[in-house]
């Protein structure tokens, strides 16, 4: 996938040297905490502590992506309106409460956002599924079938970049198409669909004698990143986000 | 638009099996190989559509579309294989954004299973619409009530939001009521209001009723596209994939055949009077064209795809096993299966140290490769990570099917001389191919199938008479990413001239930008300096006189039959005279499934296509890859045919010498930049 989402910058800092399971583990954490409370102070943190993240990450402002224009017309669009429908003081006719309202839950969810776009700047894929495996590692004892998952994982994350240029082939080959199709949306789906499925289905036709001939499903080579201070300063700095939104709101 | 019939007479669907016992349930509660390669081949498809729709905010048409993707898995596969795709896939969605993506998948893969059950049980749309709303719709009605009654001020702060943004559109519509003079619109407006008012009072019934009506419409398109994707999927690919059969202890060699025939399950397949002796430490060389047979002889050797070789022929091929049977495949990226190259060679090993893993790879010419990621590998450098891999469990005989045919021919080289050097480690190989120059000087170890003669006929034209400059491209500079730290400059200041009627071949090496000025003359890129002209017009976008042909044609032929494929290029009446100008004739072809066509000649289908859409340029992006001897006569044919229209070719390949009689122009591209190799007689 091209652009600047899901793409990896390596500065080498201490971000980056985080252990994948721990971002895993604190985005939703803080996250739900935040979400919880829901008040500019909360979401102020969240920021403040998004922005701290970005400089000790050591990236450029060049990463972040150009929103298409058609979301700011939207932003502008759902503001003006909820100012238009709300309570309070108005200003020009517009409501100030109505205006904040919608304006504290757009900073939250631009928030996440950001610190989604974070975690792809600063962690690569494989190393997110292999934590993810290793977090599901335990569940071994309830039944879950965790070898199979961890393999499954495995794979996906490899056959990832694959599937991607075919999607971006997809795209570029219906572009070039001579005749523009007489057909409704539903039968393009359907057209595109098959494309991909038949060429994913043949790719793991392959993929599955590649796994038969090297003895079937197996535990994948697991993830043996040990835990170290960074990590821990992560799980305090977490702890400390999420007890001062809880505690102050 | 809908069926409204619901009627039990109605043919079931799918036709593969028309009860729950067909498809294939394998004994244990664990996932198989094949299961486990078919749950991640999915998630990643879904988790790419995913991306995808979140960059270019089309995110509903591609949830469904990732909905439909998981209903063909669960028409195919035991809904275990369902949960681990979508617990995978949404897995990986934590890097698209957090919490947002992770839901979607999960929900694709919910109404997915749903869907993809009823096609399985060939139900009709009123009961999977049942299914999806008694499995479906609890679920997520329960997570959402839950999560609402929980995040209380996220709930008020929400509602709050949503009774202003009601009360901001009732107020437009008082307005716009107002503006055409009192015609009772206001009435819309309050109805409204106070819909929204009760929906928000009342929220731990409104919103899960809300969430029921989106399942309905929601269930009902997935399975009605869903529906028409399996029915295709199925014809094109039968039934779901079956595991490796248990074939013995082994050792795989000696291995004697002798007049012997491959057995498919019980029954004998079409290739028969097969004589191989292999033993250790032996070289073999199959040879023979696309369609002979080649793979059919391993897949038995190997004991895959439920094909066998008769009894007695060895001791069982005890594949992927220590000292057992390896093998290696046609395309690099299907043979390798971790994201990291020494994870790849430790797959299934455990025992290996770190200094074994660097001595594989130093065998395979991959030293210091231990932390690259394997996507970022060449195919020839994949293909000897494949093998490495193979080593690390010191086969007794390795199978190489065709494991050179998609490879430059510097790859090509370096994994043949290394299965050659194999014997060394006491390891037999059967290598097979369709390229004479792999066979060894010495006949011994060589078996020839499936021989057949070419006739072909060839235009007659004068391709030589100079021609007028069609497409140009102007100092052309191309970065990808401009302006982010990623950006990378894949073309510089290139100028090129394609002229009518005449064959420029664009040669370069893997990543060196030949791709990039393909995709860029037929407008798919923009140019971010200088400019592409055709006919002396700067060039916008893609051009419908500028036709390309990817490597890759199954993906970029939409249709399901051979004709309809043709006339989806061109309004074309006869499709016969196109077909045999690209060897395609045989009586009743135009009806023919192209799932049923081999790579080769689902590139052809595509340039006839092209050929009666009648393009003044056309680019062919390494056409070449795989084809057998008598692939590459048909590919020239019919770029003579484009050639004696007057189509300016251009043919971007690793093969420098292909056709060189035909050949005008020839040029080279290093690192961004193009050189002229040879103008053409023409000049």
Known sequence: MNGRMLRYYDSGSPIHRLWAGTKVLWLPAVGTTIAFQISWFAIG?????????????????????????????????SVLLASLGGDGPTFYGLSLDGMASIARFMAFAWMMVFYGLMMGWTTKLDEIAS??????????????????????????????????????????????????????????????????????????????????????????????????????????????IMAVVIVFG | MADPDFSKNRPRFPPFSTDDQQVTVPRSRELTATEVADASAVAALTFALAGIGRLIAAGTFFQVLSTVVFAVLAARRRTRVIVVSGWAAASMGVLLGGIGPVGQLATAALFGGTTGTALRRGWGTFRAIGLSLLVGWPVIA??????????????????ENVANLVGGVDRFIVWLDNLLGGVGLDRVGDGLVSSVDWGITYWYIATPLAQAFITIGYAWLAFRVARMVAKRVDNAL????????????????????????????????????????????????????????????????AGLDDLSLPEGASEGSALGHLGGTALVGQRPDSQVLAPRVGDDVRWGVDDQSDDDVAEILAAVGLAGFEHRETSALSGGELQRLAIGSALARRPALLLSDESTAMLDPAGRKQVHGLLERLADFGTAVVHTTHLTDELPSSEDEVLRIGQRRTMVVVPDADSRKPGDVVLRTRSLDVVHDAGSPWAAQALHDVDLELREGELTLITGSNGSGKSTLAWTMVGLI???????????????????????????????????????????????????????????????????????????????????????RRPDVLILDEPLAGLDDEGRLRLRVAVQHFLARRTAVAIVTHEPDWASDLVHQRVHITDGRLSVLEPGPAR
Do not use: C, Y
């Open chain 1, 131 to 240: 934590s993810i495996s290793r977090l599901f590692r335990p569940l071994r004892r309830i039944g879950l079938p965790v070898t199979e998952m961890a393999a499954t994982l495995t794979i996906a994350v490899r056959a990832v970049p694959l599937v991607a240029d075919e999607l971006r082939l997809v795209i570029a080959a219906r572009r070039v198409r001579g005749v523009q199709p007489q057909q409704d949306l539903t039968e393009q789906g359907a057209d595109i669909a098959v494309s991909l499925v038949v060429s994913t289905f043949r790719r793991s036709a392959d993929l599955g004698n590649t796994l038969a001939a090297r003895g079937g499903v197996t535990d994948p080579p697991q993830d043996v990143h040990r835990l170290a201070v960074v990590d821990a300063a992560a799980f305090a700095t977490a702890m400390a």
């Open chain 2, 142 to 159: 329960a997570v959402t009530v839950g999560m609402l009654s929980i995040m209380t001020r996220l709930r008020e702060l929400q509602f």
């Open chain 2, 526 to 612: 923009k140019a971010t300096r200088g400019a592409v002209e055709l006919h002396g017009e700067s060039m916008t976008g893609p051009d419908p006189r500028v036709a390309i042909a990817f490597q890759h044609a199954r993906l970029q032929v939409l249709r399901s039959r051979v004709i309809d494929e043709i006339r989806a290029q061109a309004d074309v009446e006869d499709v016969g005279p196109v077909l045999r100008a690209v060897g395609l004739d045989q009586p009743n072809f135009g009806t023919r499934r192209i799932d049923e066509l081999s790579g080769g000649e689902q590139r052809r289908v595509l340039l006839a296509g092209l050929l009666s």
């Open chain 1, 45 to 77: 943190l969240g920021w403040f502590a998004a922005l701290v993240i970005f400089l000790l990450a050591r990236l450029p402002t060049g990463v972040i992506p150009r929103p298409p224009k058609l979301l700011w017309i939207a932003v502008l669009a």
């Open chain 2, 238 to 301: 039968g039934a779901p994939s079956v595991d490796a059969r248990a074939t013995g202890e082994g050792p795989p060699v000696p291995l004697s055949l002798s007049q012997a025939s491959i057995l498919r399950g019980d029954e004998p397949t079409d290739v028969s009077g097969v004589d191989l002796d292999v033993s250790a430490g032996q070289f073999w060389t199959v040879l023979g064209p696309n369609g002979a047979g080649k793979s059919t002889l391993l897949h038995a050797i």
